[in-house]
């Protein structure tokens, strides 16, 4: 009988945590908790004066640009 894992996030099929639970005969169940959109964002005076940004994902950074 085959192990089974549950991810809480969308899983790639070509990822290599799948190709290795794969290969070590695991099944792995993909239900995302979350749900990822961008947002209209509006840059502000003092955005624009700063000298960092930081994300905290990459989402984030995606979204961004």
Same mark, same amino acid.
């Not at 969308?10 to 908790?33: F, H, R, T, W």
């Not at 979350?34 to 947002?39: A, H, R, T």
């Not at 964002?41 to 990459?58: P, R, Y």
């Given at each position: ?5 549950? =991810? ?11 190709? #290795? =639970? ?7 169940? &993909? #239900? ?6 961008? =947002?209209? /964002?509006? /840059? ?8 960092? #940004? /930081?994300?905290? &994902? ?5 979204? /961004?640009?």
């Amino acid at each position: 009988m085959a192990e089974t894992i549950f =991810l809480t996030r969308e899983a790639d099929k070509n990822e290599a945590s799948q190709k #290795v =639970l794969k290969a070590a005969g695991i099944d792995a169940v &993909s #239900v995302p908790m979350i749900q990822i959109q961008p =947002l209209a /964002f509006t /840059f502000t005076s003092e955005m624009l004066q700063a000298d960092w #940004v /930081f994300f905290t &994902s990459q989402n984030a950074v995606r979204y /961004f640009f």
